[in-house]
């Protein structure tokens, strides 16, 4: 089973991909994450993508779909989420001559919906663990024991550089004049089921499940 996982920054893509890889055995393709892992071992990828990331840009196609195509191939048998990835058209296009070269099809396109204004309350009080990287938020989602990761154990937590206001706004600018255009284009291939990703966590889970399952 392949799936994108569509939607602004702060949607909640990074969450119902980590359910969507424990629960159904799917590789996780994150891009944020993989470019995130390259600037800090200062990586040429890295060095490229550092300064557009921290402006809150788009690193190039080339350079995405260079990294995916590597990434799709050695995905697990069961199949793959996508998460970042396609975020503009020449992307998406690009993502369907190589799962077509590798004989591979997707069966879910999911957009998570949701107001920008809540996705500026919902990004600013993120952060994450930094040894295992799960994720909390300072109103939403705190760990059970406070400042103890639910998850390892671990008592450091990261924010992310570009989970400032003035980057967010940017991110969002970005989202809707690259990444938008790509609804459409899987609208139009019958792909593409939106789900309300104002609601809550648990729910949105519920929902996609009872998609994919
Ligand atoms: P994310 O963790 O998905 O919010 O991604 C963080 C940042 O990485 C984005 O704001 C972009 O600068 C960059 N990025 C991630 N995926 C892509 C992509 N598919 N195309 C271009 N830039 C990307």
Known sequence: MNIILLGPPGAG???????????????KLATGDMLREAVAAGTELGKKAKDIMAAGGLVSDDI???????AIRSASKSGFILDGFPRTVPQAEALDAMLKEE???LNHVIELKVDDEALVARISGRFSCAKCGAGYHDHFKQPKVAG?????????????????????AKRLEAYHAQTAPIIPYYKAKGALTTLDGMADI???TQAIDALVS
């Open 103 to 105: 004989g591979k099809a």
């Open 202 to 204: 648990g729910q949105v």
């Open 13 to 27: 893509k990074g969450t119902q991909s980590d359910h969507l890889r424990d629960a159904y055995g799917l590789t």
């Open 148 to 168: 103890v990761c639910d998850a390892c154990g671990h008592t450091e937590f990261t924010r992310r550089a570009d989970d400032k206001a003035e980057t967010v």
């Open 64 to 70: 995405m779909i260079g990294i995916i195509r590597e």
